[in-house]
Nanobody, 114 residues
Framework: QVQIVESGGGWVQPGGSLRLTCAAS???????MGWYRQAPGEQRELVAA???????HYGDFVKGRFTMSRDNGRNTVYLQMTSLQPDDTAVYYC?????????WGQGTRVTVFA
């Protein structure tokens, strides 16, 4: 069992930046790691997923504003977010999955508000 904890959320003005961190209690080297978000009244959606340094995918709405990275040695995943807009307001979740294993964190809230 891998425990996942997200951090780094908060309040930011439009155009601002935040870096989210996802720390896992176990090794993530064999996991596909991903960031998802869920806005109030909306379904959860993929923000970014990364299997390896050269195998990753971003949601269409990212448009080059977010960058996901992973440090397998530290069992940590990051999401650098720039040019944040009010539509980015959501709870952001980290996910690690492979085969029948599917681990989620509790989420970290991001609020973009002028």
């Amino acid at each position: 069992q891998v425990q996942i904890v997200e951090s780094g959320g908060g309040w930011v003005q439009p155009g601002g930046s935040l870096r989210l961190t996802c720390a896992a209690s176990g090794t993530i080297s064999r996991l596909i790691m991903g960031w998802y978000r869920q806005a109030p009244g909306e379904q959860r959606e993929l923000v970014a997923a990364m299997e390896s340094i050269d195998n990753f995918h971003y949601g269409d709405f990212v448009k080059g504003r977010f960058t996901m990275s992973r440090d397998n040695g530290r069992n940590t995943v990051y999401l650098q977010m720039t040019s944040l807009q009010p539509d980015d307001t959501a709870v952001y979740y980290c996910r690690g999955q492979t085969g029948s294993y599917d681990y989620w964190g509790q989420g970290t809230r991001v609020t973009v508000f002028a």
